[in-house]
Structure formats: C-alpha cells, structure tokens
C-alpha cells in the first residue's frame, strides 16, 4: 500500500518533474562534470585478433579475461572500480599504520555520525557499534554466522537480498525471502521499484510462528538484484513501522544509500527542498543497523562494515551478540580498529563517505547513467527504466524475442562475449546463467534475464559510454546472427558464473 500521489498522473508528473530538474542542472552547471582529472590511466588498444584470443583462453567467461585487455570501457561491476579523489590520495600518505586505534578508526567514526546522523554515536566503549571487515560479503558472513545460531528455521525477508546476502543467509541455514514489488516485475515505469512489498512482508508476519522466525528484515538501497532500483522514503518507514510493531529489527544492506538519497529528493513528494545529507539523515532514522560493502558509495576500492545503532532494537534485543561479532571479526579480520584494512584505508574511506553525499556530484552520477541508458532505448535495446543508480540493465527475454534461440543456449554469455571480443567492452550476464542452475540434469531459470552495464564511480566519460552503447546498438542490430553457447565447463558448479567456460555453438 502507498500514499496517495502514486498513481498513474502523479507518476507521469514525478517523471516529467524529474527530467525538468536534470535539464535546469544541466542548464545551471552548463552541463560541467562535478570534477576534473587530477590523474588520468592511459589507454593502450588492443587488436581485436589478440581480444579474440584472450576471450578463447578465458573459456569465453569475462570474469576470467585480463583487464588490461580491455580496451573499451569496463562495466563488469561498480564495486571496488572507482576512481579515489585527491583528496581521498592524500589520506593514504597521512595514513597512521598503528596496531590499535589507529586515527583513521577515530576519523570513520566521527563520519559516521555525521553522515547518517546523532543517534549513530556510540558513547558507550564496552559496546562498539562499529565492525570493520574487508568487504561487503565478510561483514554479511560474520552477522549471519551469528544470527544463524539464535534459533532454527529463520527466516530473512528483504526487498531483494543480493546474491552474496543470499548465499551467507542460506549457508547458515536461514532462509532468504526476497519480497519484490509488483512494480518491478511489470514492464511500465514507475518511480520506487525498488520497494519491498508491504504486503507481503505482512503476510508473512501474520503467521504468529513466523515472527519468532524472523530475526532481523532487510532493505537494500539500492535494489540492486531488483535493477538497481530505489527504495522510497514512504516504503522505508512502512517496513520500518511494521517491523518494530512486530519488535523485530529493520537493517540496511546500506551499499548505494547516497544514490538511493538522490532519488527520493528527484521523485518523492515532499522532498525536493531537503538537502542530500539531511534525506540521508532521515532514511537512516528509521533502521537498527546496517552492512555495508563500503566499495560503492564509500568511494573506495575496498571494505566494508556492520554497524549497530546504539539504543536500537538490534542492540536491545541481541546484547550478547555483541561480544561475539567481535570476536569473529578477530578471529577472521584484524583489532577491531582496522578490522580488515589499513590505516590509510580508513582514513581514505572516511574522506570518500562526505564526499559522495554532495549534490552535484550525485546528479552527474545518476545523470550519467540515464544518457547511457536512454542512447540505448531511443535505439531500441530493450532496458530496465527508469534506469537504476549505477547500472543499465538489458532485457535478455525481450533482446533475443523471435531470434529462435532457447534459454539453454545462453544467448545473454554469447552477447557479452561478442561485445568484449569484438568491441573491447566488459559486461556481465546477470540472468539465466548467473541465477540458474542445474538440478537433476535440468535447467531451472531465475525470474528476470539481464545483462548489467554497471558504470563504475568518476572513472569514465559521457564519450566512453556513448561508445559502448553504439556497440551494443551494433550487435542489437545483427542480433540474429549471435548464436548461443555450449557449456563446456561447470554447468553444475556453485556460483557457476564465475568458474564457467563456454564456446559459441556453431
Ligand atoms: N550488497 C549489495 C547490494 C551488493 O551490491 C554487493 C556487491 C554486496 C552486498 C557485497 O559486497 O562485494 O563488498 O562483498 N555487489 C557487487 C556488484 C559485487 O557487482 O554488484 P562486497
């Protein structure tokens, strides 16, 4: 259920007030990048012959093909591809090295407060709220190894776990409930894909047994296996409201929280005079902690976090588990004061947090992505819009319609490989390879087929993008003579994506 001013008017105003905006910031900055280059990675290109090559040895898998081949623009992820700031350098040479409570430690903490706001400081020294990991997935392993143990048959709802999340849910025997909205599933557009459907997540607490089941509920800013979509202010305080109601903590998976931020202020009523950083504030309001993979919206190329508000529902209800994340986090990271990073890390980390909740800098980002993304759909290349935060996704289903090709043929592997051989750009199959498997010498497919373009953060130009997308309208075109590909290895594999080797099937 939502607020009244969603529907289908309200809807075509929200799109139409939105673009008015981009264009009056376009118009404002005379269409000025938010930054200029400090340091710049010279290209060296590669003959296609020797792309080809690369491509055979790698077993046509583009997780397994040499980056320094890439001579196109590398969308594989924005994780951990960013490019850091001068400012964010000039952290890793004050960088303070010590073995306990180094400055860097003291200077995320004090980010932390002022980025997601006062409650989030914690005063008490016996109760840390702060858990340093090396990345995303290790804070998600560490909370779940410990939720895991609270009880059995427990359930994790979220508007759309991402597949790390997922994997360290089930691999501690909790079930992982993804609660899509209807909206996402449906073709039209609409502004807050992204949300979790209410109610559902009501129905599945209305079963009296299951609330026991259900340790914590999960929202992840952006949605990013949901198409990198955003998660509304109104949807947030919902599932915030019916989760406390129910005494059951609410977290973030807070990945993309500054992105998400940017799209409440575009397209939520009530929002569009607020500041970046106060939205942010008020988002985080509503949550008992969250996890963190600081590879995104930290601006850095690696860490991660779990982080407990101090006097939230988390912290009262699971004192003793305090203690224990700690000790795995020793156990597995590092002192909890560096967790799994250097000194200098953090303190570039810090750095990287205020600066990417500034304005100016988030509307160039999502503006970026929405150019890629519109080249490709005045062409026709069938895409999820509105386009999502940080990605592009294309519709593989609609892309290879009436070609005649079977979902066994993975046509999606065979673009992305064609498009890296031929072309020198890297995208990633997110689909029916990724999310399938094999069960009982049979094929089973996931709900939605795509491949991802994900743009990494300050690292490429509108003229970079416009040349992959001419390549992608390029093989869109001919996209009746892409053939699909033959397994050759590792059909049957866990997270086969990874460890696959195809050949095109001829
Ligand atoms: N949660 C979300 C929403 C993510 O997108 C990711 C990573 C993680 C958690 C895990 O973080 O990589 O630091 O361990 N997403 C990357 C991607 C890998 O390409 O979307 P991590």
């Given at each position: 259920?939502?607020g009244?001013g969603?529907?289908?008017?309200?809807?075509r105003?929200?799109?139409?007030?939105?673009?008015?905006?981009?264009?009056?910031?376009?118009?404002?900055?005379?269409?000025?990048?938010?930054?200029?280059?400090?340091?710049?990675?010279m290209?060296?290109?590669?003959?296609?012959?020797?792309?080809?090559?690369?491509?055979?040895?790698a077993?046509?898998?583009?997780?397994?093909y040499?980056?320094?081949?890439?001579d196109?623009c590398?969308?594989l992820s924005?994780?951990g591809?960013?490019a850091?700031?001068?400012?964010?350098?000039?952290?890793?040479?004050?960088?303070?090295?010590?073995?306990?409570s180094?400055?860097?430690?003291?200077?995320?903490?004090?980010q932390?407060?002022?980025t997601?706001?006062?409650?989030?400081?914690?005063?008490?020294?016996r109760?840390p709220n702060?858990?340093?990991?090396?990345?995303?997935?290790a804070?998600?392993?560490?909370?779940?190894?410990?939720?895991?143990?609270?009880?059995?048959?427990?359930?994790?709802?979220?508007?759309?776990?991402?597949d790390?999340?997922?994997?360290?849910?089930?691999?501690?025997?909790?079930?992982?409930?993804?609660?899509?909205?209807?909206?996402?599933?449906?073709?039209?557009?609409?502004?807050?894909k992204?949300?979790?459907?209410?109610?559902?997540?009501?129905t599945?607490?209305?079963?009296?047994?299951q609330?026991?089941?259900?340790?914590?509920?999960?929202?992840?800013?952006?949605?990013?296996?949901?198409?990198?979509?955003p998660?509304?202010?109104?949807?947030?305080?919902?599932?915030?409201r019916?989760?406390?109601?129910n005494?059951?903590?609410?977290?973030?998976?807070?990945?993309?929280?500054?992105e998400n931020?940017?799209?409440?202020?575009?397209?939520?009523?009530?929002?569009?005079k607020?500041?970046?950083?106060?939205?942010?504030?008020?988002?985080?309001s509503?949550?008992?902690g969250?996890?963190?993979?600081?590879?995104?919206?930290?601006l850095?190329?690696?860490?991660g976090?779990?982080?407990?508000?101090?006097?939230?529902l988390f912290?009262?209800?699971y004192?003793?588990?305090?203690?224990?994340i700690t000790?795995?986090?020793?156990?597995?990271e590092?002192h909890?004061?560096?967790?799994?990073?250097?000194?200098?890390?953090?303190?570039?980390?810090?750095?990287?947090?205020?600066?990417?909740?500034?304005?100016g800098?988030?509307?160039?980002?999502?503006?970026?992505?929405?150019r890629?993304?519109?080249?490709l759909?005045?062409?026709?290349?069938?895409?999820?819009?509105?386009?999502?935060?940080?990605?592009?996704?294309?519709?593989?289903?609609?892309?290879?319609?009436?070609?005649?090709?079977?979902?066994?043929?993975?046509?999606?592997?065979?673009?992305?490989a064609?498009l890296?051989?031929?072309y020198?750009h890297?995208l990633?199959?997110?689909?029916d390879?990724?999310?399938?498997?094999?069960?009982?010498?049979?094929?089973?497919?996931?709900?939605?087929?795509?491949?991802?373009?994900?743009?990494?953060?300050?690292?490429?130009?509108d003229?970079?993008?416009?040349?992959?997308?001419?390549?992608?309208?390029?093989?869109?075109r001919?996209?009746?003579?892409?053939?699909?590909?033959?397994v050759?290895?590792?059909?049957?594999?866990?997270?086969?994506?990874?460890?696959?080797?195809?050949?095109?099937?001829?």
């Amino acid at each position: 259920m939502r607020g009244k001013g969603f529907g289908k008017e309200k809807r075509r105003t929200d799109m139409r007030r939105e673009r008015e905006i981009f264009r009056r910031f376009q118009e404002e900055t005379g269409n000025r990048r938010p930054y200029r280059n400090a340091i710049v990675r010279m290209r060296k290109s590669v003959p296609t012959r020797v792309r080809v090559k690369a491509l055979r040895q790698a077993g046509l898998n583009v997780f397994l093909y040499p980056a320094a081949r890439v001579d196109g623009c590398d969308l594989l992820s924005d994780s951990g591809t960013g490019a850091m700031t001068t400012a964010q350098w000039a952290e890793l040479i004050e960088g303070d090295e010590s073995y306990g409570s180094n400055e860097g430690y003291f200077l995320l903490r004090e980010q932390l407060v002022r980025t997601f706001g006062e409650a989030w400081r914690q005063k008490d020294p016996r109760r840390p709220n702060l858990f340093i990991f090396h990345q995303g997935r290790a804070a998600e392993h560490a909370l779940f190894t410990i939720i895991g143990k609270t009880g059995n048959n427990l359930i994790i709802p979220s508007n759309g776990h991402f597949d790390t999340t997922g994997a360290n849910i089930e691999a501690n025997a909790i079930t992982a409930v993804n609660l899509f909205s209807k909206e996402l599933k449906q073709r039209r557009d609409h502004p807050f894909k992204g949300d979790m459907d209410v109610g559902r997540l009501r129905t599945l607490l209305s079963e009296k047994k299951q609330k026991k089941q259900i340790p914590l509920v999960f929202l992840t800013i952006t949605n990013n296996t949901g198409g990198g979509q955003p998660v509304s202010m109104a949807n947030i305080r919902q599932v915030s409201r019916i989760s406390h109601r129910n005494d059951i903590p609410l977290f973030f998976d807070a990945c993309r929280f500054a992105e998400n931020a940017y799209f409440i202020k575009q397209r939520e009523r009530g929002y569009a005079k607020k500041s970046i950083p106060a939205i942010v504030r008020e988002m985080f309001s509503h949550v008992d902690g969250f996890t963190v993979s600081w590879k995104k919206d930290g601006l850095s190329n690696m860490g991660g976090s779990i982080v407990l508000r101090p006097g939230g529902l988390f912290m009262k209800r699971y004192p003793e588990l305090l203690e224990q994340i700690t000790d795995h986090q020793i156990l597995t990271e590092g002192h909890p004061t560096y967790g799994g990073l250097t000194g200098r890390d953090l303190k570039a980390l810090a750095r990287g947090i205020a600066t990417i909740t500034d304005e100016g800098y988030l509307a160039h980002r999502v503006g970026q992505v929405a150019r890629f993304g519109e080249r490709l759909q005045r062409a026709g290349v069938p895409v999820l819009t509105p386009f999502g935060g940080h990605a592009v996704y294309l519709d593989m289903n609609r892309f290879f319609e009436g070609t005649g090709l079977a979902r066994e043929d993975y046509p999606g592997i065979a673009f992305t490989a064609l498009l890296l051989g031929s072309y020198g750009h890297r995208l990633c199959e997110l689909g029916d390879f990724a999310f399938g498997r094999e069960k009982d010498g049979k094929q089973e497919f996931p709900e939605v087929n795509y491949v991802r373009a994900a743009i990494p953060r300050l690292v490429y130009e509108d003229q970079d993008l416009a040349a992959c997308a001419d390549a992608i309208i390029s093989l869109y075109r001919r996209r009746e003579k892409i053939p699909g590909v033959v397994v050759t290895y590792g059909r049957d594999k866990t997270l086969r994506h990874f460890k696959a080797q195809f050949r095109l099937r001829t």
